[in-house]
């Protein structure tokens, strides 16, 4: 069974991500890994821990009815995001990476944004790109 791999965060561009993901998770017969990355350090206190729990908590409802078999990874290892999503999809052998983007400003679109360039640049597999609603 293949794997998509997916890069969620609890904002329109995680929301149109994870359910781009469910869909192609369906349309070829795969596992979905929903990956949360937090970076950590002084910004990620116990209030932050318990919001993330939470958001996943959520996720895991909406994966729950989905009829698509799942993990969730929820990471704080001090790596940038698009480091986790990269190596837990090469980890994983996953046939395709689904990242959210959102709309940015004439300058934000010239850099379209560390994290999203870095996945297409550097991931091993097809990187599905998904336009927030």
Do not use: W
């Amino acid at each position: 069974m293949g794997k998509v791999v997916v890069g969620y965060v609890p904002k329109p561009e995680g929301e149109a991500a994870l359910r781009t993901a469910v869909a192609e998770a369906k349309l070829r017969d795969a596992s979905l890994v929903v990956v949360n990355s937090h970076r950590g350090g002084s910004d990620f206190d116990a209030e932050a821990s318990t919001q993330a729990d939470r958001e996943m908590a959520a996720v895991r409802k909406i994966l729950d009815g989905s009829g698509v078999d799942y993990e969730v990874r929820q990471l704080v290892r001090g790596f940038e995001p698009a480091e986790d999503l990269i190596s837990i999809a090469e980890a994983s052998q996953a046939e395709l990476i689904v990242i959210g983007l959102r709309r940015r400003s004439p300058v934000g679109k010239l850099i379209l944004g560390s994290n999203a360039q870095r996945v297409l640049l550097d991931a091993h597999c097809p990187v599905l790109a998904v336009k927030a609603d």
